[in-house]
């Protein structure tokens, strides 16, 4: 992790009064808001990124189908006004949301904003992805409309 990042997570970790993380051996430093959303800190070049895991993909062929369609209108409809972008992680077949901030143009009050942006989508997505587990997956849901202008 370099050096930026390092410093502004140590400044917003005191300011905060929370102990700081120790870096994991693939260069993340975790954190648990509201006692229930882990969210990981990295840096990629000049980039701090923020990522968490919402939920796996279902195995289910049909299930799975119907909820990434749900799911990327519901991000569609999202796009422009939430700088959070709900990904799938192909590989552990995982939802996951994550956001970028240039350290060059990042300060700390910036960095509060966005960790509290975050945290708040994070919530959000989790809150879809609990209502996934209770839908039932027989019917693609149509109610959903999206309107562009």
Excluded: C
């Excluded at 279902?58 to 939430?82: H, N, V």
């Excluded at 939802?95 to 009050?109: A, G, K, M, N, Q």
């Amino acid at each position: 992790m370099g050096r930026e990042m390092d410093t502004m997570m140590a400044s917003w970790a005191d300011r905060h009064r929370v102990t700081l993380p120790d870096l994991d051996e693939d260069g993340y430093r975790y954190f648990v808001f509201d006692g229930e959303f882990e969210v990981k800190f990295s840096q990629a070049g000049q980039e701090m990124l923020l990522e968490t895991d919402l939920g796996e993909l279902p195995q289910k062929r049909s299930a799975s189908a119907i909820l990434f369609e749900r799911l990327l209108k519901m991000q569609m409809a999202r796009a422009g006004g939430s700088p959070e972008i709900l990904a799938l992680d192909g590989e552990r077949r995982m939802f996951v949301l994550h956001r970028s901030l240039p350290l060059s143009r990042t300060e700390l009050p910036q960095l509060e904003d966005a960790i509290s942006s975050f945290v708040n989508a994070t919530a959000f997505w989790s809150t879809q992805m609990e209502v996934n587990e209770r839908t039932s997956f027989e019917a693609s849901p149509r109610d959903l409309q999206i309107l562009m202008p």
